[in-house]
C-alpha cells in the first residue's frame, strides 16, 4: 500500500519546500519531491533559486564586486596592491560550497519539521480516493497518494529560436554560473535581470561584456528616473548596451559565437563572442508532471491556471511559484507557498502583490516596491515625487559609494506611499522600510518623522519622505 499523505508537494525550490515545512508546521502528514540532482547524483532541494538562480549568482556578484573594489576602489582608501589576480576555480568552488549549505539546510530543515522527502520526479497518476496518486521516479521508484497537492515545479529558461543552449558556448544561466575562464568577449541577449547581474559578474572580472536588447527602453518596468541613472553607471563601468535591437540569427562555431542583428537604426551589425548568455526571460514547467492525466488546465503560457488563493481548476490541487502568473520571484514563490498551506489549514492569508519587492543586485543595486512614476501617470493618479541622492548621504560619502537615489512617490491628497525606487548602495537592503511602510499604509510624513540611525544609508529614504514635502534638510 502506497504511503498516503495530508499533503504532498512536487517540487522543492523556494515555493515548494517552505510550502511544505509550513504544512508541517500547521500539523498536517507532509511529503515533498524534488528531483534536482547535485553533481554527485544525490539530492539537492532549493531548486533554481539555490542551485543556479538566486544563491549562486549572488555569491558570484560578491567574488566579482570584491574583486572589483580591489582593483578600483582600494586605492582611494589608501590601500595598494600589487599583482591583483582572480582564481576564477576558486571563486566557482567557492560558489559551489555555498550552494551546498543552502541544499543541506533545506534537507536539514525538512527533518527537524518532519517532512517526509523524495528525491526524484513526481507525476499524477490518478485522482484516488479523497486525493491523488503521485509516482516518484527515482532511485526507488515509489507510489505516495495525497488529499492536498502543491505544484511548484518552476520555470526553465527560454532559448532563442535556432540558437539552443549547449552551456559551452550558448549560456542559460545555468552555463552563465559556470564559466571556467574569464572570457575576452561575452555577449548576453536580454538586458533583464540576468543579463545585467551576470554581464557585472563577467565584465568586472574583465571580460568586454556586450549587452543586446530587443526593447528601445532600457529596464522598461523599473522606474525611468531609476533607470536612466542605472544606466548611466552602467555604460561608465564600461558595459556596452544596445537597446532596441533585433536578432537575425545566432551561429556557433569552432570557438566563437556570431550574433546577426539589426540595430536600433536597422543597420545589420554582426557580434563575434567567446560565450553567449542568453536571458530573455523564463518559461513556467511542467515537464513530466503528466498533468494531462488528471486534467490539469494550462494557459496559454504554458503557466499552471490558478485563483487569486493559487487553486488551481482541480479540486485540492494548488500551484505557487514560477510555475503560475505573477513575477518570477523567490520571495514570490514562498508567499505563495505559506499561503496556500494557511488555507488548507483553514485560515485565510493574502498575498500582496503590490508590496513585492524587486532587486537587481548589479552595483548600484536597484530596488522598489509599489508603482513607477509612469504607472501612476498612466493611471491619472495625483502624486508627489520627492528624491533624495545618496550624494548628499554621509555615510554614503564615507563609504565612497554615492551612486544613486532614494525616490519616493506618494498620493498628492491623502500622502500614502504608493511606491519607493532606490538606485544605489545597499538598495536591496533598504527597500525592507518601504515594504512595511506600504504594508501599514504609512503617509510619507510617517516615514519623514521616524528617527533614523545616523549615519545611515537610511537617513537617504527618511530624507526622500521629507522631500515629498519640498523639506529635506540635508540636500
Ligand atoms: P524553482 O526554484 O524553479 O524550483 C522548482 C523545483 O521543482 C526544482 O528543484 C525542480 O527540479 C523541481 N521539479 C520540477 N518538476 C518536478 C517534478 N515533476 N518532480 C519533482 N521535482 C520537480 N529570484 C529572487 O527573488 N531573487 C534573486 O536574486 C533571483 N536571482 C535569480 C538568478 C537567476 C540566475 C535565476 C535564473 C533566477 C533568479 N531568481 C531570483 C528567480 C528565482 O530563482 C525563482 O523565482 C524561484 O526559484 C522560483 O521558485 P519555485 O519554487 O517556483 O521554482
Ligand atoms: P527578464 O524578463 O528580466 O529580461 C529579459 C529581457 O530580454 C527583457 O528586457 C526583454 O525585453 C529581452 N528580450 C526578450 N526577448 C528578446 C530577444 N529576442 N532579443 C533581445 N532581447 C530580448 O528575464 P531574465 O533576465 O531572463 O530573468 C528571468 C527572470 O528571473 C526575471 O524576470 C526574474 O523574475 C528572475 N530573476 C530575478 C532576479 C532578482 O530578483 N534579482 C535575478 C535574476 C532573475
Known amino acids: ?34 528531483e534536482w540532482k547535485n553533481d554527485k547524483g544525490g539530492p539537492a532541494p532549493g531548486g533554481t533559486c539555490t542551485n543556479v538562480g538566486c544563491i549562486p549568482s549572488k555569491a558570484l556578484l560578491q567574488s566579482s564586486e570584491h574583486f572589483e573594489h580591489a582593483g578600483h576602489a582600494f586605492a582611494d582608501h589608501g590601500i595598494g596592491l600589487d599583482n591583483l589576480s582572480i582564481d576564477v576555480a576558486k571563486m566557482l568552488s567557492r560558489k559551489d560550497t555555498v550552494v551546498k549549505q543552502n541544499n543541506d539546510g533545506i534537507l536539514y530543515l525538512f527533518k527537524k519539521n518532519k517532512v517526509t522527502f523524495f528525491h526524484g520526479r513526481g507525476s ?103 533607470a536612466k541613472e542605472a544606466h548611466k553607471a552602467f555604460v561608465k563601468q564600461g558595459l556596452k548596451i544596445e537597446l532596441g535591437v533585433k536578432i537575425d540569427k545566432v551561429t556557433s562555431g569552432k570557438s566563437a559565437v556570431t550574433v546577426t542583428y539589426a ?49 488551481t481548476n482541480l479540486p485540492n490541487v494548488w500551484a505557487v511559484g514560477d510555475v503560475v502568473r505573477g513575477p518570477m520571484l523567490a520571495h ?67 563609504m565612497g ?6 525616490k519616493m512617490l506618494a498620493d498628492a491628497t491623502t500622502d500614502e506611499i504608493l511606491g519607493v525606487h532606490i538606485v544605489g548602495p545597499f538598495a536591496s537592503e533598504l527597500i525592507a522600510e518601504a515594504v512595511v511602510a506600504m504594508e501599514f499604509r504609512a503617509s510619507a510624513e510617517d516615514i519623514a518623522r521616524i528617527c533614523h540611525a545616523h549615519p545611515s544609508l537610511s537617513e537617504s529614504t527618511k530624507e526622500a519622505a521629507l522631500a515629498v514635502d519640498k523639506r529635506t534638510l540635508n540636500f
Open 1 to 34: 500500500m502506497s504511503q498516503q499523505f495530508d499533503v504532498v508537494v512536487i517540487g522543492g525550490g523556494p515555493g515548494g519546500y517552505v510550502a511544505a515545512i509550513r504544512a508541517a508546521q500547521l500539523g498536517f502528514s507532509t511529503a515533498c519531491i524534488d
Open 401 to 406: 559609494d554615492t551612486t544613486g537615489m532614494v
Open 263 to 311: 540595430n536600433a537604426n536597422g543597420d545589420a551589425v554582426k557580434l563575434e563572442v567567446d560565450k553567449l548568455i542568453v536571458s530573455i526571460g523564463r518559461v513556467p514547467n511542467t515537464i513530466g508532471l503528466n498533468a494531462e492525466a488528471v486534467g490539469l488546465k494550462l494557459d496559454e503560457r504554458g503557466a499552471i491556471t490558478v485563483d487569486d488563493h493559487c487553486h
Open 332 to 398: 514570490k514563490a514562498e508567499e505563495e507557498g505559506v499561503a496556500v498551506a494557511e488555507r488548507i489549514a483553514g485560515q485565510h492569508p493574502h498575498v500582496n502583490f503590490n508590496t513585492v519587492p524587486w532587486v537587481i543586485y548589479t552595483s548600484p543595486e536597484i530596488a522598489w516596491v509599489g508603482q513607477t512614476e509612469q504607472q501612476l501617470k498612466a493611471e491619472g493618479r495625483e502624486y508627489k515625487a520627492g528624491t533624495f541622492p545618496f550624494m548628499a548621504n554621509g555615510r554614503a560619502r564615507a
Open 124 to 226: 499524477f497518476v490518478k485522482s484516488a480516493d479523497g486525493g491523488y496518486e503521485i509516482a516518484v521516479a527515482g532511485a526507488a521508484n515509489e507510489s505516495i497518494t495525497g488529499k492536498h497537492i502543491i505544484i511548484a515545479t518552476g520555470s526553465n529558461a527560454r532559448s532563442l529560436p535556432g540558437a539552443p543552449f549547449d552551456e559551452q558556448k550558448i549560456l542559460s544561466n545555468d552555463g552563465a554560473l559556470r564559466i571556467g575562464a574569464v572570457p575576452k568577449r561575452l555577449g548576453v541577449i536580454g538586458s533583464g535581470v540576468i543579463g545585467l547581474e551576470m554581464g557585472s559578474v563577467w565584465r568586472r572580472l574583465g571580460a568586454e561584456v556586450t549587452v543586446l536588447e530587443g526593447l528601445p527602453t532600457f529596464l522598461g518596468a523599473v522606474d525611468q528616473q531609476i
